[in-house]
């Protein structure tokens, strides 16, 4: 019986295609020879040239060695791409552009339609480990039965979506995602999930189409986080847990973000430099994910070891998608806004914040762009909790089932 239905599902579902857009069913088929066999060639030094820094300036070397020498013996990329391979992909054409997308049904016919969306320097490959419970039947911590269809596209410039014009911007792709979701894939109504790039398109998401986004759930907003002396003019006091992520904030302020510099300058230079550099490029992309991470990552629930930092770089490189996604910051100088300002939306909005992510929120900051209803906070985890804390993030999104009203 459950095979008829879900036969049932297919057939609906690709007619639904034929008759909405031009839909293909999207196979990955890369090589990853001549990655590898330069990653292999590349020369680094032997020794540090100042030791005793560690990550403080940057990727340290000894790690930056161990990630180019599994990468180059056991790494496996035919693995890789037979796991991703796993979960129905396709392409469409939305104003001129392909977009690859993941498309996974649920059983139940009354799942929630849910888009996740992800940021820099990830890809869709780092929501994936979220799609199968997602789909599957499963309760709110309230008892309301939730599951979701849930769609997975890779950003323009990104992967095996194709790169955006110059002047593009994330407004932009909320635009074509709306557009994904409604008019290719024919949800009436659904709900957003964003994590970093993903929580400002997201956000547009909900602030622009309010009649088709009813529910989000976001892990950061575009808005520039209360520096520490504007905490008392709103008479907020920081807990002890908030304070630790206010320090982060800080810090990552401080001395983390130059790489958003460069891409927000110059990244025709960044790009260039490393289009061809596969060693290059998992320096650039692995001091992130190492750290912007939890530093217990890699350890239950973590899922985040070097293995997905190598599955990542690999996407960047063979995809060619290195240039175009940096070029998303310069796309996008003033998306940070430094005043607060209500969606206009009556939609439930909820929000996930990860001890080790270096943006930091209130729930009374987050509450006033939004119809918050829930705000929760994770001991473990950071910048990327579908690899760091996949179980946490899971049940926070299966809350939207406590607001859906679709």
Request: include cysteine.
């Amino acid at each position: 019986m459950r095979l008829m239905y879900t036969a049932h599902l297919l057939v609906g579902f690709i007619s639904c295609l034929g008759a909405r857009a031009a839909i293909k069913p999207f196979t990955i088929n890369l090589c990853s020879s001549r990655m590898l066999e330069l990653a292999d060639q590349a020369q680094l030094p032997v020794d540090e040239e100042y030791s005793g820094l560690g990550g403080s300036l940057g990727i340290d070397l000894d790690v930056l060695k161990s990630l180019k020498d599994q990468w180059t013996t056991s790494f496996s990329w035919a693995a890789e791409q037979a796991a991703l391979n796993k979960h129905p992909q396709y392409t469409t054409t939305i104003e001129n552009l392909t977009v690859h997308f993941v498309h996974e049904r649920s059983h139940d016919p009354d799942a929630i339609p849910l888009i996740l969306i992800h940021g820099w320097p990830g890809s869709f490959a780092e929501l994936i480990p979220l799609v199968d419970p997602l789909v599957a039947a499963a309760k709110t911590s309230k008892g309301t039965p939730v599951s979701f269809h849930v769609v997975i596209p890779s950003l323009p410039g990104f992967a095996f979506s194709s790169a955006p014009p110059a002047n593009w911007t994330l407004d932009d792709t909320a635009r074509i995602f709306n557009t994904l979701m409604t008019d290719i894939l024919g949800y009436g109504t659904y709900a957003v999930h964003g994590t970093d790039w993903g929580s400002f398109i997201g956000y547009s998401m909900y602030d622009n189409y309010n009649k088709t986004v009813r529910a989000a759930h976001l892990l950061e907003i575009p808005f520039l986080p209360l520096s520490p002396d504007q905490f008392p003019k709103y008479n907020i006091t920081l807990d002890e847990e908030e304070q630790f992520q206010e320090d982060l904030a800080l810090a990552f302020q401080a001395t983390g973000s130059g790489y958003a510099v460069e891409q927000s300058t110059k990244p025709n230079t960044i790009g260039l430099a490393l289009y061809d550099n596969p060693v290059g490029q998992l320096a650039w992309i692995g001091e992130k994910y190492i750290e912007w991470s939890d530093p217990r990552a890699g350890t239950a629930p973590s899922i985040l070891t070097h293995n997905h930092i190598l599955l990542e770089v690999s996407l960047y490189y063979m995809t060619k998608s290195f240039v175009s996604s940096v070029f998303t910051y310069a796309q996008n100088p003033t998306l940070i806004k430094p005043s607060y300002a209500k969606a206009r939306t009556d939609a439930p909005m909820l929000f996930s914040s990860f001890k080790y992510n270096y943006g930091f929120w209130t729930k009374e900051v987050v509450s006033w762009v939004g119809n918050l209803v829930l705000y929760n906070y994770h001991d473990f985890g950071g910048h990327f909790p579908a690899l760091d804390n996949p179980p946490a993030l899971v049940d926070d999104l299966r809350e939207i089932g406590n607001y859906w009203s679709g």
